[in-house]
């Protein structure tokens, strides 16, 4: 019988629909208990992760068997590919499943940042009214979000941008200006530059790679419109933390929300603790239930259909 090893966790549903013919060690604890997911590796043949198991070379040369992983998500980058591709093990995420729940954070975090209205409960209720102070907040109408990367969760971030009257700008090296989706969608192609200095909320959506890494440096952000706001959900290590940090203490951006970070989880006394007008989230924007469910019986499908075609 074939056995199947998830890390993390994962919706009941799409775990018991993968009961039925296979050996199943459901641990989601195992990510904080590598030794644990090392021991049971050697006879397994899936492995179903999220984005805190580290599938590297060692996990890798410890699964013999192994010959499919499914990521219970989009990002690719605690996962060996090169290393999955050489071995012939099939990886597998979440296209798409969990867009909507990044849209919606996206969006909504965006339109809460620009109006700076919600922090304010422990002071009226202990009698404070700071009413002038936040009636400065901002509205979205009219507004730009400016979008890195527009692929399928920027392009459902823009709809929804759009359908709160605000203006999208987007900057996506692999889209050529004149292709047809700029049209479709009635957002602007610009130049990452070009982006930044017009925009009033900017939300990241690239992967992390080597030409991404801290892709917003001190220099870019310090391009940024003054004022603006920045999102990121994408991956951590396209911000440079300290730079941001400072660019929020110094008054030069008007906030930010944070939901990935270069270490997760987040270590305490980090550069980005006690900054003002900061949000942080811990790497859920596109986990919600709906979401999960999605994402986890999609993955859950793929994973058994790939194991019963195996000869």
């Keep these: 019988m074939k056995r199947i090893c998830i890390s993390e966790f994962m919706d009941d549903a799409a775990v018991q629909a993968l009961r039925a013919g296979f050996d199943l060690r459901y641990e989601p604890g195992w990510v904080d208990r590598r030794a644990e997911l090392l021991d049971a ?9 999220r984005n805190r198991t580290q599938v590297d070379a060692a996990l890798l040369a410890g699964a013999p068997s192994l010959r499919v992983v499914g990521r ?13 591709r050489e071995r012939g093990i099939r990886v597998i995420p979440a ?5 909507r729940s990044v849209a919606e954070y996206v969006v909504t975090t ?31 109408l009219g507004k730009t979000l400016g979008l890195v990367g527009f692929g399928d969760i920027g392009r459902q971030a823009a709809a929804l941008a759009q359908a709160f009257g ?3 700008a987007a900057f996506d090296p692999m889209l050529a200006a004149d292709d047809p989706v700029w049209a479709r969608t009635g957002v602007r192609s610009v130049a990452l530059d070009t982006l930044l200095a017009q925009a009033d909320a900017v939300s990241l959506h690239v992967p992390l790679v080597p ?3 801290h892709l917003l440096d001190a220099q870019r952000i310090a391009g940024m419109k003054r004022g603006a706001v920045l999102i990121n959900t994408a991956r951590g290590g396209v911000v440079d933390e300290a730079a941001l940090a400072q660019a929020l203490r110094d008054g030069h951006l008007g906030g930010a929300a944070l939901d990935v970070f270069e270490r997760e989880p987040l270590p305490a006394g980090s550069v980005l603790a006690d900054v003002p007008n900061l949000i942080l989230t811990p790497h859920i924007g596109g986990v919600t239930q709906e979401a999960n469910a999605r994402v986890s019986m999609m993955i859950a499908q793929q994973v058994r259909q790939t194991l019963e075609d195996m000869t």
């Design 95 to 99: 296209a798409g499943a969990n867009a």
């Design 211 to 213: 030409a991404t890494r």
């Design 72 to 84: 219970l998500g989009v990002g690719l980058d605690n996962i060996d590919v090169d290393a999955c």
């Design 110 to 140: 965006a339109a809460l940042l620009l109006r700076g209205a919600y922090g304010s409960s422990a002071q009226v209720a202990a009698g404070q009214w700071p009413r002038a102070r936040l009636s400065e907040g901002r509205e979205a």
């Design 166 to 168: 605000m203006q999208v």
């Design 41 to 49: 590796l050697p006879g397994a043949q899936a492995l179903i992760v």
